[in-house]
Nanobody, 118 residues
Framework: QVQVVESGGGLVQAGGSLRLSCSVSGPIFRINVAGWYRQAPGKQRELVASITNSGRTNYADFVSGRFTISRHATIGGENTVFLQMNSLESEDTAVYFC?????????WGQGTQVTVSS
């Protein structure tokens, strides 16, 4: 069974930084696309950033160069997707979710809360 587990969220002051991690384990042959999404209270879930198997990245306009997505894969098949977030703003407060897509399936984690105090 494929498991997606996020970590690294927390409370940070505006202007601060956080690094989110997404650990992917289980029988997944290849991750084609991995992405970070977020959902603030009363709002729809939205894409923050994504990275393809070839390393191509895509960012939402609101990121404005503040976030960086990356991924690391081991020979043993373990995958980790990171989201480095700098210059955080109160508007970045949300639950952040990791999503990974293989050829046939899409997997979501449970999310990690990020709260930015102004």
């Amino acid at each position: 069974q494929v498991q997606v587990v996020e970590s690294g969220g927390g409370l940070v002051q505006a202007g601060g930084s956080l690094r989110l991690s997404c650990s992917v384990s289980g029988p997944i042959f290849r991750i084609n696309v991995a992405g970070w999404y977020r959902q603030a209270p009363g709002k729809q879930r939205e894409l923050v950033a994504s990275i393809t198997n070839s390393g191509r990245t895509n960012y939402a306009d609101f990121v404005s160069g503040r976030f960086t997505i990356s991924r690391h894969a081991t020979i043993g098949g373990e995958n980790t997707v990171f989201l480095q977030m700098n210059s955080l703003e109160s508007e970045d407060t949300a639950v952040y979710f990791c999503n990974v897509e293989s050829f046939q399936n899409s997997y979501w984690g449970q999310g990690t809360q990020v709260t930015v105090s102004s």
